[in-house]
Every structure is written in C-alpha cells, then in structure tokens.
C-alpha cells in the first residue's frame, strides 16, 4: 500500500489501539477473534493460554481498530508470569482504549479490582470500556447484575458492554462504542492485514493450541514450542515440511503428552496439522518432537531461547 492510500482516508476517520485487559480465561482471545473476523489468538479451557501480545485488525469505512490480545494480568508464580505481567503492564500505556473484562458467570472480585488498580497506576489518562464477556452462559437477571457490579466498580461515566463472542451478539455494537473512544487519524495498516504476527509465531501457536486439549492443572503451563524451520519438500512440490519443537518441564509430562500408544502425540500432530493447512493454503507434513527443558518457565537463559 502505498503512502497515499494510507493518508487517504474520510473527514473524521478514526485509528487507534484497544487492548483487552483482564484475568486469566475472560474470553479475551476469543472475543479478538470474533472482532477481527477471523481465528488469529489460540483459544483453550486453562487460563494463562496467551503468552504474547496478538495484534488483530478491524477495518471499516470509518475506522481501523488494532486490536490488542494480551496475556491475563495475575499474580505470578514463576519468572515467565513475572515477564508476562510487564508485557501487558507495557501494552497499557502504548493504546488509546482499554477494554476491561469480566465474565457473566464469574462474581467480581479482588483479582478483578488488583486488576484495576494496576492499569490505573501505569495508565491513568487511557479512558476504560467495561465488557462482560460470555453474555450466553447465563440468564438475562444475571448479567443485568454483572452490568451493574462492573460498572460500579469502574465508577464516572465508563460504558458497559454485554458481548458474546462465539454467537457474536453484541460485537457489532462493542466495535462501535470502542471506535468513538478513538483519535481522529490515518491508517496504521494495509486493507487486507490482519495480524502482524509471523506464520513461524502462528504456527507455534497452533501447535500449543492442539497440545492443551484435554490437559489438566499444571501441565499446561509447562509446554511451550519452537518452530526450527520450514522448508519446501523437495520430492513434494505444493507441500512444506514444518519442523517444531514442543517443550515440557519434566519426564513424567512427555509421558502425559505422549499418551498411551502415542495416540495423545497422534491427536496433536493431526489437529495442528490440519489448522496449519488452513492457515498455510497448502499440504503440511509436521515433525513434532517432544522434549524436556527442565523447569523453562523460572530459567532466564531458557525463557529467552523461547522469546520471552
């Protein structure tokens, strides 16, 4: 796109940056998805499942709205939860709306109002939205309730928005209430951009996504992947060879993931393959070898070889 094309946009065109804030497992990569259209955060039943800040776009004739995905602000049990927490701290300062979440079917409490205080502490002039997530969990009295706790909570005059992302009630709505908090401005992005994560990032990502289906208490925490390389196949003209790597903290995880027979393992690489053929356009063979680091997420020299 050329430079023209960026400056030309409507009298009165709005841009800018939201950023979903909230605890762990609100429906925030969820909801991003619903926005943008299209599936570009990995979404899982454990909480902690964002570990990078995900740019989405939302293009209108009256607007471009960059989307933000964060992890879940928390209170940290390990040095990635430490890293994690400053990159959403970070992201706080740098957008022009922040839209704070709870759930419906979730009772607000000090997590939510530790939250809180923490972005008004490194973002006091950044004007708040409140957003109840998973409108479609709960009876309309309930979230009539959940309307009024979260609004209470967030005091002046800060709108709340009901949304449910995966039956899209409300988006519409949502985008529209974010793009009046927005500044006057040109467009940040091409048309037909989406993310500005790189397939390397995307496809890592997938490859987690199919991996946590199905874990349960810490394990999850404990897996991260590498991709090492893609490459065409030489003998397979239309299909690469993606090479990855999935970590874990101990021996006895591997086992878990691995699964009786391997049939977890073959669950993994038919799941992430199929997502990455999607995301591709093209045919994939996957090498996925599992390994242990040992105790990556409180290792220095380790969470820096993952990109953390």
Do not use: C
């Not at 909480?47 to 933000?68: F, K, M, N, S, Y």
């Not at 607000?108 to 998973?134: C, F, S």
């Not at 990032?201 to 199905?214: F, K, Q, Y």
Request: hydrophobic share 35%.
């Amino acid at each position: 796109m050329s430079l023209d094309s960026y400056l030309d946009v409507p009298e009165g065109f709005r841009s800018g940056f939201v950023s979903f804030v909230g605890r762990p497992n609100t429906g925030k990569s969820t909801l991003t998805n619903a926005l943008v259209g299209q599936k570009i955060a990995i979404t899982a039943d454990q909480p902690e499942t964002t570990r990078h800040a995900i740019r989405g776009l939302i293009h209108r004739e009256d607007a471009q709205v960059v989307v933000v995905d964060t992890p879940g602000l928390h209170r940290p049990r390990t040095l990635l939860g430490e890293r994690l927490n400053e990159l959403v701290k970070d992201n706080y300062s740098d957008v022009d709306v922040i839209g704070f979440t709870v759930p419906a079917d979730e009772k607000i409490g000090p997590g939510d109002r530790w939250i809180l205080d923490n972005i008004r502490n490194v973002a006091p002039n950044v004007p708040i939205i409140g957003i109840v997530t998973k409108l479609d969990k709960v009876g309309k009295d309930t979230v009539g309730k959940q309307l009024m706790a979260l609004h209470d909570m967030l005091g002046g005059d800060s709108e709340v928005v009901p949304v449910s992302a995966t039956k899209r009630t409300q988006i519409d709505v949502l985008t529209d209430v974010i793009v009046q908090h927005l500044p006057e401005g040109h467009k940040f992005y091409p048309d037909d951009h989406l993310t500005d994560d790189d397939n390397f990032t995307r496809i890592s990502e997938l490859i987690r996504e199919a991996a946590l289906s199905g874990l349960r208490d810490e394990l999850p925490h404990s897996v991260a992947v590498e991709i090492d390389e893609i490459l065409p196949d030489e003998d397979r003209p239309g299909v690469s060879n993606v090479h990855a790597v999935l970590y874990v903290e101990r021996p006895g995880q591997k086992k878990i993931i691995e699964g009786k027979d391997g049939r977890r393992y073959g669950r993994i690489v038919h799941n992430a393959r199929k997502q990455i053929i999607e995301l591709l356009g093209h045919n994939v063979f996957l090498d996925l070898r599992i390994k242990v680091l040992k105790n990556w997420q409180s290792d220095p020299k380790s969470l820096g070889r993952l990109g953390f």
